[in-house]
């Protein structure tokens, strides 16, 4: 009965590190962060993007093509932004404009593609496994 009761103890714990160690490895990697849209003067929309580079490099290149999604759920466009650099444990702020459709008209922004992932002095990765989408707008950013 004893044996048993440690047994089920020994789990029990096992089990509560299991988020702890999840927590540590969602610390890093690359964030992207849609923070804000707002109306441009040119009657599109203006979309604020923070990364957050928390990986071990730098990185020369980042290109991601998003498609723009109407508030039917619509693919609207095709827009391709460049947000290299990347420094090594910064957060950098990029404001990248959306023409021809106003904010309210966007119901969500699809990661369509990671066209380039480029390390400092490296090859192109595959950035997806490293990669969070978040928004703090009306807007959606998903994968």
Known sequence: M???HFRSLIALVAL????VTGLAQDASGL??????TEASDSGGC????????????SFDGFEMSLA???????IDRLLSIDAAPLPVS??????????????GDISEILLHDLTSCRPQNGEEIDC???LTLRSKAAVALVK
């Open 68 to 74: 723009i999604l109407d508030t039917q759920g619509v």
């Open 90 to 103: 910064r957060t950098t702020l990029k404001l990248f404009e959306i023409p021809q459709i106003s904010c």
């Open 46 to 57: 203006s979309a604020f993007f923070l990364f957050r580079n928390d990986t071990d490099n």
């Open 16 to 19: 509560s590190l299991v988020p």
């Open 2 to 4: 004893v044996f048993q």
């Open 128 to 130: 997806f496994p490293i």
């Open 31 to 36: 964030t992207v962060e849609l923070n804000k």
